[in-house]
């Protein structure tokens, strides 16, 4: 009985010590985080959003700083190509399987708008300076990882006095 009790307690800080490692392993590991972009339906001609750059941050902290740049396919892209279950790769990279906190888009001067065939500016405020900060809150746990931002064409586009304004209305998905 004594020897039994003996292996079994030998067993359970075997395994103990092997699940605590292998959690380890995993907390300090890498991801390869794939960011998709896709559209819900909009009655426009076109929507173009030049993109420059997808950034993320691991920390919630609220400065500037702990940004990490993806490989981004930069170019402008025709919003309304991405929509009814098609999407694209707009960027991707290898970071730390941790959660992610933001994803920081930055766009170009490039962002137009065509209505009834003919093409307006759309401006955006503040998001060629700083970029369109999306809360994600996302924990990374496989080898590969895929975040889809759908872009809600419809809801982000305002037509104003001064022309075309975007304020993106984006899901994280």
């Known amino acids: ?19 605590t490692a292998c959690q380890k392993d995993n907390e300090n590991g890498t991801s ?23 950034r993320v941050k691991f920390s919630s902290d609220t400065s500037d700083s702990n940004w990490q740049t993806l490989d981004t396919h930069a170019g402008i892209y025709n919003l309304l190509n991405f929509r009814d279950g098609k999407d694209t790769l707009i960027a991707s990279g290898t970071v730390p399987s941790k959660s992610i906190q933001q994803i920081r888009l930055i766009l170009g001067e490039k962002n137009s708008v065509k209505v009834n065939g003919i093409v307006f500016p759309l401006s955006i405020p503040s998001g060629a300076e700083s970029g369109l900060k999306l809360m994600v809150n996302k924990k990374l746990n496989q080898p590969v990882e895929t975040i889809i931002m759908d872009f809600d064409a419809a809801l982000s586009i305002h037509e104003e006095s001064q022309g075309y304004k975007l304020r993106p209305v984006i899901k994280i998905k």
């Open 32 to 54: 390869t985080l794939n960011v998709r972009l896709t559209d819900s339906p909009a009655d426009y001609n076109e929507v173009n959003v030049d993109v420059k750059e997808i």
């Open 1 to 19: 009985m004594k020897t039994t009790l003996k292996l079994f307690s030998l067993l359970l800080l075997c395994a103990t010590v092997f699940f």
